[in-house]
């Protein structure tokens, strides 16, 4: 499974913390050195099943700079997606992919219910 996170991000430290405490091995991949391409995204996104905006970090400073609340409803998912592949902190996160499944934000349960499955 590939682990993308931010390493100063609370909630990315949780969810690491998380899947070590559950014994689940991971390849960890800091999402501001090595930010998702279009391709890895676009994947991610068909495979979650969510919805296109769950994907972008909407506390982000970037994001409220660039006032995207209001420019993605008139965006192409092309579009959104090509944007997120330009800036890491873009992104939500954590994001856990595995060949079965992506789980984007860490919300404990959810994580615990997917990784029940594997």
């Given amino acids: ?16 913390d998380y899947l070590k405490g559950q ?6 991949r800091d999402i501001k050195e090595e930010n998702p391409n279009f391709a890895e995204l676009e994947a991610w996104y068909k495979v979650s099943g969510l919805p296109l905006k769950r994907f972008f970090n909407t506390s982000g400073l970037k994001y ?13 998912e092309i ?6 592949a330009t ?3 873009l992104v939500k996160r ?6 079965k499944f992506v789980l984007v934000g860490f919300k404990e ?10």
């Fill in 23 to 28: 014994g689940i091995s991971f390849t960890k």
């Fill in 87 to 89: 800036d890491g902190m």
């Fill in 79 to 84: 579009e959104q997606l090509k944007l997120l």
């Fill in 109 to 118: 349960k959810e994580w615990e219910e997917k990784l029940d499955q594997k």
């Fill in 94 to 99: 954590p994001i856990l992919v595995s060949d």
């Fill in 64 to 76: 409220k700079e660039l006032s995207l609340k209001d420019k993605l409803p008139h965006m192409t």
């Fill in 1 to 16: 499974m590939k682990f993308i996170c931010y390493p100063k991000c609370t909630t990315c430290k949780r969810a690491e």
